[in-house]
């Protein structure tokens, strides 16, 4: 932790490893648990599955009508098991938009590690009171015909926003869309990249 | 933790820090604070421990965790695969059914609870049902799961912010079935 983020306050470092120590030494904590977790997310995850389901959903009207009804068995396409999700599809009358405003619960599993903004106050406050003036504030216009849908993550559910395709996409395959698909896009913050940048 | 705290309590700790602190620190320096009053509270670790086990780090900040153990370790005990499944089979029917109108609930209790303080006593519609999960406002005090009906129940924005409210926005809120009452002179629609 420390090597990689200098700027991290040593008591908090001195802290962390010694709570990793001492459930280590009382047999609570598995030697590479911690390596283990960080790898998962910050590697092997990323905002990738999530990003895979959506591209896929693009290009397969099927796949997009089981994402939005079962997103277990999708996402089990792509090798994981996540109960928990639930897929809001934007369109042009509707666009949905993700927080938790009790302690900034978050997709793990298919978006991968948070960004840190969606942990702080004014996110998870104002994405549910004002969240329009938010959005522009974050560079994203909604219209007022177009309706907020705001997901609070209260309880266990967690949620993912399938975007709009964008334009000039047209015969792209799944893999030329990926890098289309921000992970703020599945947050609900932003529109997918345009077209042209993937070029 | 595995076997040591659940998620609620988790999450409860860290609604127990001091506000002004809670408002002043990153997610995972909540994260240690929660870890650490549960790990105290439950006299998994002692205070003492811990700050001589920190004192060592602070002496040597690139050493690793593992150089302070003292002796083998036991073996950590098995993690439960099922430890993030929340949903509990249930054979009594829902009370509420999708598209019924119903009122939240007014109540502000001391403990934990997923009944956000911005929708209480306010109306909205079942959109969904979420299937039966365990109900935190129980498991986070280790009063047992007692699972209980969720849905997401749609609020009007106006209904939650009145005249502040933004045009044409509506709030989801996932709920327990005990945070909700039918809304009274009220039709399915």
Redesign the interface.
């Known amino acids: 932790v420390g090597k990689n983020h200098p700027r991290v306050n040593p008591y908090v470092v001195s802290r962390v490893r010694a709570l990793e120590s001492l459930l280590l030494e009382k047999g609570l904590l598995a030697p590479d648990a911690v390596d283990r977790f960080v790898q998962q997310y910050e590697r092997d995850t990323g905002p990738m599955l999530g990003a895979r389901a959506v591209a896929r959903a693009w290009t397969d009207a099927r796949y997009k009508r089981l994402l939005l009804d079962d997103a277990r068995t999708a996402l089990g396409e792509f090798g994981l098991d996540y109960a928990m999700l639930v897929v809001v599809e934007n369109t042009p009358a509707v666009h949905n938009l993700v927080v938790c405003t009790l302690c900034s619960c978050y997709p793990w599993p298919v978006l991968g590690v948070p960004p840190t903004w969606y942990k702080m106050p004014p996110y998870r406050s104002r994405a549910v009171s004002e969240p329009r003036r938010l959005l522009s504030e974050l560079g994203l216009e909604v219209a007022e015909e177009r309706a907020i849908r705001v997901w609070d993550s209260s309880a266990e559910m967690r949620y993912m926003v399938l975007p709009q395709r964008p334009a000039g996409t047209d015969g792209f395959d799944e893999n030329a869309l990926l890098p289309l698909i921000t992970r703020d896009a599945l947050i609900g913050v932003a529109e997918p990249a345009a077209a042209t940048s993937a070029r | 933790?595995?076997?040591?705290f659940n998620i609620d309590e988790f999450?409860h700790a860290?609604?127990r820090m001091v506000p002004s602190t809670y408002?002043g620190v990153?997610?995972y320096?909540k994260w240690?604070d929660g870890?650490?009053r549960l790990?105290t509270e439950k006299g998994?670790?002692t205070a003492d421990?811990?700050e001589r086990?920190?004192?060592?780090?602070?002496d040597h900040?690139?050493?690793?965790?593992?150089?302070?153990?003292?002796?083998t370790?036991?073996?950590?005990?098995p993690v439960d695969p099922n430890w993030?499944?929340?949903?509990r089979e249930s054979k009594a029917p829902p009370r509420f059914a999708e598209g019924d109108a119903v009122v939240t609930r007014r109540r502000h209790p001391h403990g934990h609870t997923?009944?956000?303080r911005?929708a209480r006593g306010k109306r909205g519609v079942i959109a969904?049902f979420?299937g039966v999960?365990?109900f935190?406002d129980s498991h986070a005090h280790g009063f047992g799961e007692h699972p209980q009906p969720?849905y997401?129940v749609r609020f009007d924005a106006v209904e939650?912010?009145g005249e502040?409210a933004?045009?044409?926005?509506?709030?989801?809120?996932?709920?327990?079935e005990s945070y909700l009452e039918p809304a009274q002179g009220a039709t399915r629609g």
Do not use: C, K
């Open positions: 933790m595995h076997g040591v999450r860290i609604e408002l990153t997610y320096e240690l870890i650490t790990l998994v670790v421990e811990l086990r920190q004192a060592f780090f602070r900040p690139d050493a690793p965790a593992r150089d302070a153990v003292a002796g370790p036991p073996a950590p005990p993030l499944s929340f949903i997923r009944l956000p911005y969904r979420h999960q365990v935190p969720l997401s939650l912010w502040s933004e045009p044409n926005a509506t709030v989801h809120i996932d709920l327990w």
